[in-house]
C-alpha cells in the first residue's frame, strides 16, 4: 500500500494524466500536481489534509482547465521550513510558483487554510488573479477575535449536528501552543485525523479509510505538525496584514455548507469585494470538495466559465 500512496502514484491514478512536480520559489520548495488543458486553474488545499482532498473533482475540472493542485508551505510533500506561514508570504509562494510556470493570470479556488491563501493572493497579487473561489473559510480578520474559549449554545461540541448549529473551533486554540500538539500527537495522527473528520463532516463515508490514511501519514512526523501549527500560530499577522487589503476587484464565489460556515461567509465577505457572490451547499459540512463534489464542480465549471 505504500506505493500507492506515493504522490507520483496518486497523481497517476487521476483521470487526466495527471504528474507530481517540485519547484524552488521564494526561498522554499512546493509540490504540486499537474494536468489538463485550458485556462490555469491553482487549488489549495487546507488543514489537516494535502493536494489529495481535491482528487474528486480535478479530472473532471481538467477537461476544460489546466488543473494544478499545491501542496502549501509546510504540507504534504512541500518543505516545512521554520518560518513564513503568514498567509502573505504563502501567497507570495503560489505567484511564484505560477510565474514560474509562465503564467500571466489564473483562477485559484482554494479551501480552509488555503482559501485563506488564495485571498491572500488575490488581495496582494490582484494583477495575477482572474477569478477567486473560497470554499468554506475566508481569510483572518478582526473578527476572528471574537471566537471564544468556551462554545456559545449555538456551537456543537460532540459532532451533533443540530438546525441551526455552528463549529465550536477548539482547535484554533490548541494550535497556538508552542512545541505541545506535537509532543501529544505524533504518534497519534490517525487519532487525530479521524477526530476532525468525524466532528465536521456531515457524511463521515465522504472522506474513507484510504483517504484518511493519505492525511494521517502526510502528518505523520513532529516537523509536519509543527509546520501545520504554523499556519495557525501565524493568525495575528495574517489579522494585521488583512487591515491593509484594498477591495477585492476580480469576481469572487465563496461557498459555504449549510452545516458549517455558509452564514458567517455571508455576513462577512461581500464587504470584502466589489463582486462577490456566496452560495449555500446543502446537505454538507465543511470539506465540500470530497462531501459534495458534483456541487462544487458545478459552480465552479460554471463560475470561471
Not at 502514484?9 to 512536480?21: I, K, N, Q
Not at 482559501?115 to 478582526?142: C, F, I, K, T
Not at 477575535?145 to 473551533?169: E, K, M, N, W
Amino acid at each position: 500500500m505504500t506505493e500507492v500512496l506515493t504522490d507520483a502514484a496518486l497523481a497517476r491514478s487521476l483521470e487526466g494524466d495527471f504528474t507530481s512536480h517540485q519547484a524552488q520559489v521564494n526561498g522554499t520548495r512546493l509540490h504540486y500536481v499537474e494536468g489538463g488543458q485550458g485556462d490555469p486553474l491553482i487549488l489549495l488545499g487546507g488543514w489537516p489534509q494535502t493536494w489529495w482532498q481535491f482528487h474528486k473533482i480535478m479530472p473532471e475540472l481538467a477537461r476544460g482547465h489546466r488543473v494544478i493542485a499545491v501542496d502549501l508551505r509546510g504540507m504534504g510533500g512541500s518543505a516545512k521550513p521554520d518560518t513564513g506561514y503568514d498567509k502573505r508570504t504563502m501567497a507570495r509562494d503560489i505567484a511564484e510558483l505560477a510565474h514560474s510556470l509562465g503564467l500571466e493570470k489564473v483562477s485559484v479556488a482554494g479551501h480552509d487554510i488555503g482559501a485563506m491563501v488564495a485571498q491572500s493572493l488575490a488581495a496582494n497579487h490582484p494583477g495575477l488573479v482572474d477569478r477567486l473561489v473560497l470554499l468554506d473559510v475566508h481569510h483572518p480578520d478582526e473578527s476572528m477575535y471574537g471566537l471564544t474559549l468556551i462554545p456559545s449554545p449555538d456551537q456543537h461540541v460532540d459532532g451533533d449536528f443540530t438546525a441551526g448549529s455552528r463549529i465550536y473551533l477548539w482547535w484554533f486554540a490548541l494550535n497556538q501552543v508552542q512545541g505541545l500538539p506535537e509532543t501529544l500527537l505524533v504518534g497519534r495522527e490517525r487519532e487525530w485525523i479521524d477526530a476532525l473528520f468525524d466532528y465536521m463532516l456531515l457524511d463521515g463515508g465522504s472522506i474513507g479509510e484510504r483517504e484518511r490514511e493519505i492525511y494521517a501519514r502526510a502528518y505523520s512526523s513532529p516537523e509536519a505538525i509543527r509546520a501545520g501549527n504554523g499556519w495557525y500560530r501565524s493568525f495575528m499577522r495574517d489579522i494585521e496584514d488583512e487591515k491593509h487589503h484594498a477591495p477585492l476587484t476580480m469576481p469572487v464565489l465563496a461557498l459555504g455548507g449549510d452545516h458549517s460556515n455558509h452564514d458567517y461567509l455571508a455576513a462577512v465577505l461581500p464587504a470584502k469585494g466589489v463582486d462577490v457572490r456566496v452560495v449555500e451547499v446543502k446537505d454538507s459540512g465543511h470539506y465540500l470538495p470530497e462531501e459534495q463534489p458534483e456541487v462544487v464542480i458545478r459552480h465552479l465549471t460554471g463560475f470561471l466559465a
